[in-house]
């Protein structure tokens, strides 16, 4: 099992940078950087890409509404030829607030559009002429759009690696079912060992039926706070927001992927009330209606031996990429403990 860890993405990038290398000593794999609405993350890959030597440094994630899917094959060859065949590229369709309110660009066919996208970088990245003709993209433009003058080409750089890792993140079935068949790698939000199969696991098995045996075994990435204490509700509790703000107000009231997770999951009337009260502007309210257990179930706090259970509880279930936020007067330390604790899983 690989160690990852999620940066913030408010800014403090040398103070982060640093951070990340004392993190890469202590054992950690993967270094995820976000692009929400704030900073790009290719910028500050590129950066980490020059403070790092072995930590392989993933988009997490790159909507794929903003770039066109050759920009994206390049943004990845890019960073991976900065860091010697580290990057990974993440991709996501974000969300209809995010990409049509902060973008401009309507957000349709998610799925779709993934998938072809997948192609259209694996294409570029062998440097084979780009000549695509999809549903959503069509490369070059077909007759009748724009000049007319638009040629099939190949990239002119020769990438590091002609397979960079490709991890999506999907909840849906459909998207789950495609990223399954299509993908390296999975990046759920709120993995919850004990009911991910009955989630997920229909889903996954069907795409999984149709991958091509040649990509490997597909990664998939669950984790969140880890704290070793005996007193965990504090720690817990540093979750409510964030769950707050995505099962409540991470969408719309009858378009929120977060809030239907939250229902598949058991919890449809705390799903709800959650989402009623923070759409009401009562957020204090609706984080505290994150039910204890979903907190307990998706995150790792509590005394060594309750942490020790949780991370072969996510072992058991697949996961492969432990992903976490340490919480802890020393997370480098913590870092530390949890890769000898995984190494011995």
């Not at 065949?85 to 309110?101: D, Y």
């Not at 002429?129 to 003058?149: A, C, F, I, K, N």
């Not at 880890?226 to 719309?252: H, K, Q």
Request: with cysteine; hydrophobic share 40%.
């Amino acid at each position: 099992m690989k160690l990852a860890m999620q940066l913030q993405y408010s800014g403090g990038f040398k103070e982060s940078a640093r951070q990340v290398s004392e993190y890469e000593k202590a054992g950690l794999d993967i270094v995820w950087v976000a692009e929400a609405y704030g900073f790009d993350a290719p910028s500050f890959m590129g950066y980490l890409a020059a403070t790092t030597e072995t930590i392989q440094i993933g988009a997490g994630i790159l909507p794929i509404y903003t770039r066109t899917p050759t920009l994206l094959a390049m943004t990845a060859a890019g960073v991976d030829a900065m860091t010697d065949g580290r990057c990974i590229l993440g991709l996501g369709a974000s969300g209809p607030q995010v990409i049509e309110g902060f973008h401009g660009v309507a957000y349709d066919a998610p799925v779709g559009r993934t998938r072809e996208i997948i192609d259209i970088c694996r294409m570029t990245w062998k440097r084979e002429r780009v000549s695509y003709d999809g549903r959503y993209y069509q490369l070059p433009l077909p007759e009748g759009q724009g000049t007319g003058l638009g040629k099939p080409l190949k990239m002119i750089s020769h990438p590091v690696r002609e397979e960079i890792p490709i991890y999506v993140a999907s909840l849906g079935p459909a998207n789950v079912r495609m990223t399954a068949e299509m993908a390296d790698g999975w990046l759920p939000i709120f993995y919850m060992p004990e009911r991910a199969d009955e989630v997920w696991g229909d889903d996954l098995r069907a795409g999984l039926a149709k991958r091509d045996p040649s990509l490997g075994p597909l990664q998939t990435v669950g984790g969140g706070i880890v704290a070793i204490t005996d007193d965990p509700d504090p720690i817990l509790d540093l979750g409510r927001g964030m769950a707050a703000l995505y099962i409540g107000g991470m969408g719309a009231r009858e378009r929120n992927f977060y809030n239907q997770l939250a229902c598949r999951y058991g919890y449809e009337a705390e799903a709800k009330a959650v989402q009623d009260l923070y759409l009401d502007g009562k957020k204090k309210e609706a984080a505290a209606e994150i039910p204890r257990e979903f907190l307990e179930l998706t995150n790792m706090v509590g005394p060594e031996g309750w942490i020790r259970d949780r991370l072969a509880a996510y072992a058991e279930a697949g996961v492969s990429v432990l992903n976490v936020i340490p919480v802890s007067d020393d997370p480098t330390g913590l870092l530390g403990k949890l890769r000898t604790w995984v190494d011995e899983l």
